[in-house]
């Protein structure tokens, strides 16, 4: 099959839940843009082996590729916490409002201060989202230092971390690796056909105390660490 087919049917899904935006409620809305993701998984041979069950609280994931976002909605449809930006992005801005998202602007401390406030008000057991603590992309096989936002929400609100380590075995699937734009990446992916599967790890939840916010994730940045060190590798390449 033609790669630009694959791209299509992708541009395709965008455009038939951007529709079922406009009269879907959000939680049946959500319910449908968990179907499309495992389809999309399926379609593009992203083949997702689950360890473990998730349990109520901040859904926290670390993120080495934009198509983490097929990956932790086929997981479990929630809403989540973005950068401004993705707002203006064609076809997928409406529908990530859909699901919703708490907006941030990572520039603006007002912004951030805002978002902060609200996140400390969220109760991800009735009201589930997505948060990455990394804020931003990391290269494959690597994981970046957090920001402290779902610890301080937890630390505040009492509701615990629900955990997950996403680890893929193929580096291409890092979109913009290499100082690469990320639409040339992405063009890349599909006209290779690059087919990677990934590894999910649902971690115990974590209750963080008062004051225990850093502690906490230090102590979750060493543990997903060791996950994925030892199954985030490339097992494609030469050797």
């Known amino acids: 099959m033609l790669w630009q087919l694959d791209a299509l049917h992708f541009l395709i899904v965008l455009v038939r839940l951007r529709f079922r935006a406009l009269w879907l409620s959000q939680e049946n809305f959500r319910r449908a843009v968990q179907n499309e993701a495992v389809g999309l998984a399926k379609r593009y041979k992203l083949e997702i082996y689950v360890h473990g069950e998730p349990k109520p609280g901040f859904l926290a994931a670390n993120h080495t590729s934009y198509a983490d976002a097929v990956v932790i909605e086929a997981l479990k449809g929630a809403g989540s916490v973005s950068k401004i930006g993705v707002k203006k992005y064609f076809l997928i801005g409406p529908i990530t409002e859909k699901v ?33 603590p990394e804020g931003t992309t990391t290269p494959f096989g690597e994981l970046g230092k957090f920001k402290m936002g779902v610890f301080k929400a937890a630390e505040y609100s009492g509701h615990p971390i629900q955990p997950v380590v996403i680890c893929y075995n193929n580096p291409m699937i890092d979109w913009g690796r290499d100082n690469k734009e990320l639409f040339i ?5 599909f006209s290779e056909k690059v087919r990677t599967s990934v590894r999910c790890f649902w971690l115990e939840p974590i209750v963080v105390g008062p004051g225990e916010a850093y502690k906490a994730a230090e102590k979750l940045h060493r543990r997903m660490g060791v996950y994925i060190r030892r199954f985030e590798r490339d097992e494609y390449g030469p050797g």
Do not use: C, Q, Y
Request: no cysteine; charged share 30%.
């Open 100 to 132: 919703g998202t708490l907006w941030v602007r990572r520039d603006d401390r007002n912004s951030r201060v805002e978002a902060m406030k609200k996140l400390n008000a969220w109760n991800p057991i009735k009201d589930p989202i997505w948060i990455f």
């Open 185 to 189: 990446s992405i063009v890349h992916f």
